[in-house]
């Protein structure tokens, strides 16, 4: 089956550790995104890549950083210098073509920080 | 900057009954697309419905259609029959026609269906 897979589905750290989130998905789609979902908030987007090899800040990449070496995976890693990095994660996808407007959504990635 | 609002942030409505969300969104773009998604208590992420902003035509899928009003930059969702599973948080999302197909979100209305 096609689809986005995260893992792992929960995440437990400690303060000052870095820790990469996994996103893999097999539809083929040129573009991938991160968001973080924080209560009471909507989605925020992190980072996104169109293409394999380039990927841009979004509207809150301070603290994470990302890589995009094949098509199929978009790891996000939470760095110590987040500040507030306990938070509900969000992995998407689109493409290609007319599908670009639409975001298809991996499951999710719960990271606790203590 | 685009940005857009969802004035509601819960909502309940008895089975069977029908239930309108709201979206307003700011925008001086005159192409571009508008999303309803649903996350559930599993948190996965689904697209409702999508909806062009160059279609005149109201969007339907099933149970779910929106009210797409562009000159007052609103776009409501209705969701007809409310059923259990409808049960969820709804995020309306706003994405410019060309560019960079980034989403901006609203900070979502969560829906509880009543038996």
């Known amino acids: 089956d096609g689809g986005i897979t995260q893992s792992p589905k929960y995440l437990f750290r400690k303060e000052g550790q870095n820790v990469t989130l996994s996103c893999e998905q097999n539809?083929?789609?040129?573009?991938m995104y991160w968001y973080r979902q924080d209560p009471g908030q909507g989605l925020r987007l992190i980072y996104y890549?169109?293409?394999?090899?380039?990927?841009q800040k979004g509207d809150i990449a301070e603290g994470y950083s990302v890589s995009r070496e094949k098509k199929e995976s978009f790891p996000l890693t939470v760095t110590s210098a987040q500040k507030n990095p306990t938070a509900f994660y969000l992995c998407?996808?689109?493409?290609?073509?007319?599908?670009?407007?639409?975001?298809?959504f991996g499951p999710g990635t719960r990271l606790t920080v203590t | 900057a685009q940005t857009v609002t969802q004035s509601q942030p819960e909502m309940s409505v008895q089975e069977a009954e029908t239930v309108t969300l709201s979206c307003t969104y700011d925008?001086?773009?005159?192409?571009?697309?508008l999303f309803w998604y649903k996350q559930p208590p599993s948190r996965q992420m689904i697209l409702v419905i999508r909806?062009?902003?160059?279609?005149?035509q109201n969007a339907t899928e099933n149970r779910f259609s929106v009210n797409f009003q562009k000159a007052a930059k609103s776009f409501s969702l209705k969701i007809s029959d409310s059923q259990l599973g409808d049960t969820a948080m709804y995020f309306c999302?706003?994405?410019?026609?060309?560019?960079?197909?980034?989403?901006?979100f609203g900070t979502g209305t969560r829906l509880k269906v009543l038996a």
């Open positions: 998407a996808s689109s493409g290609p073509g007319q599908n670009l407007y639409e975001q298809y």
């Open positions: 890549s169109q293409i394999v090899n380039d990927f």
């Open positions: 909806q062009e902003a160059y279609k005149q």
């Open positions: 999302a706003f994405m410019k026609h060309s560019g960079t197909y980034k989403y901006i």
């Open positions: 539809l083929n789609h040129d573009a």
């Open positions: 925008t001086s773009e005159n192409n571009y697309y």
